[in-house]
Structure formats: structure tokens, C-alpha cells
């Protein structure tokens, strides 16, 4: 379902994602992993259509972000680091906006909302301005406009920040769910959430990807603790 191809981007002087390759196929969950700067926001924003690379490119759903990104809009779900969204409305009147960019209209629409509100359990707020909402509902409202569509790939930027532990619980056990049917891509900086939902771990640091496994394997391989892991790669790994 993903396919990337040498993809680079820089700001300015700054190398920010350096060619990187890889293949993500129904039924996968890969955990993007790296230290903060290490380029992991900046390629999902190219793989979502926000970004433009520099160079190289990538395929969703048999669509090139390059040439066909209004296609890659509407089969991906995308939860950016911050969830941006408009303070001063409702929460049900932000997930009206959005089916209204999505063209989900009539008894689509209903059937929409009536599934994602309880999904991402949100009714409690769904009538509250999105700017009275704390961090972790924002987060919720924000999965919610990602998931309402229904795409076939889901790259989530963060999906747990600022959830309480039971919140984190929900949203890692929603993810497995919709693991069977989608490509989801997960970017965060927690090793446990990458053992629980993830079957594939990619590591990147100053741009380039590292290591792409699965969280057992790398466990195995290096005896130690996916935490353990991590630290040993990004800090050690030495790029040509």
C-alpha cells in the first residue's frame, strides 16, 4: 500500500530527510522511531501531501504523491504532530467541516459520525468549542477527523500524546483493530506503545533510516531491552 522511494527534503542548509526507501503492505503497523530532529514529521507530511520533497518520491494506494495527491488525500487518514483544528468551533461542527471537505454527505455522513464519535469517545464533548477541550480530547477529536472517511492508510503522527494511561490504552487497542484492514504508519517516541501495536519498527536518525525490522527481532539481535535498542543505534549507528 506504501511505497517510498528515495525521498529527500532540507530546509535550507539542514538535510532533514535523506533518501529514504521503504515498504509498508496491508496489515502493517510500522512504528517510525527516531530522536526528536531526526526527520520522522517531516517525511509523514511528504507521504500526507503537505510537503513537497525536494527529490524522490513515494506511491499510496497505487497513487504518486507527486502526480496524483488529491487521490493520496482521499485514501489516507493523517493525525499531524499538533492536530490543528479551528479553536473557536464545536467539535461536532469540525467533524461537519471536515465531511464537508471529504464530500461525505446525507446518510453517509450520519453513519459516519454515528460510528467515529463513539469510537474515538468523544460524545461527551461533542457539543464543547474544540478551545475549552483538554490536550488529550483535542488528540481524540483529532484521530477522529483522520479515521472518518474510513481510508485504507492511516499515518499518525503522535496518535497518544497528551492521553491519560486508560486514553492510551483505547487508542493502542483501536489501532489493533484497525490493523487487519489498513496500513498504518505510527510515529512516537514511547518503546512500549511500538511493542504493543507495531509488527515493524524502522529507526531513523539525522535523516536516514537505520534499522528496519520487526520489535522482536531487534530484541533478540541485540539482547537488550527496545529501549536499550534504540539508544544503542541512534547514538552509535555511524552513516557513510
Given at each position: ?7 529527500r ?48 518520491t ?35 461542527g ?47 477529536v ?30 493502542r ?38 534499522v ?29
Open positions: 500500500m506504501i511505497s517510498v522511494r528515495q525521498l527534503r532540507t530546509f535550507g542548509p539542514i538535510v532533514a530527510v535523506d533518501n529514504i526507501a521503504f515498504e509498508a503492505a496491508k496489515g502493517d503497523v510500522l512504528g517510525f522511531l527516531g530522536p526528536n530532529g531526526a526527520g520522522k514529521s517531516t517525511a509523514m507530511k511528504m507521504l500526507a501531501c503537505f510537503l513537497t520533497p525536494d527529490s524522490g513515494a506511491q499510496i494506494c497505487g497513487h504518486d504523491i507527486l502526480t496524483d495527491s488529491m487521490a493520496v488525500r482521499k485514501c489516507i487518514g493523517y493525525l499531524a504532530e499538533n492536530a490543528p483544528a479551528y479553536p473557536e468551533m464545536t467539535v461536532g469540525f467533524l461537519d467541516f471536515v465531511c464537508d471537505a471529504r464530500q461525505i454527505k446525507g446518510m453517509a455522513r450520519k453513519k459516519a459520525l454515528d460510528r467515529i464519535v463513539p469510537m474515538c469517545s468523544i460524545d461527551s464533548v461533542y457539543h464543547q468549542t474544540i478551545d475549552t477541550l483538554s490536550k488529550g480530547y483535542k488528540r481524540r483529532g484521530l477522529a477527523q483522520a479515521l472518518i472517511h474510513d481510508p485504507q492508510v492511516l499515518i499518525l503522527d503522535e496518535p497518544t500524546d497528551g492521553l491519560d494511561p486508560n486514553q492510551k490504552h483505547e487508542v487497542q483501536l489501532i489493533n483493530e484497525m490493523a487487519r484492514d489498513k496500513c498504518i504508519i505510527i510515529s512516537t517516541h514511547i518503546l512500549e506503545e511500538v511493542e504493543i501495536v507495531c509488527n515493524r519498527a524502522v529507526i531513523i536518525a539525522r535523516g536516514q533510516i537505520l528496519d525490522s520487526t520489535p522482536k527481532a531487534l530484541k533478540e539481535k541485540h539482547h537488550c531491552t527496545l529501549d536499550e535498542v534504540f539508544r544503542k543505534i541512534t547514538s552509535t549507528k555511524k552513516i557513510a
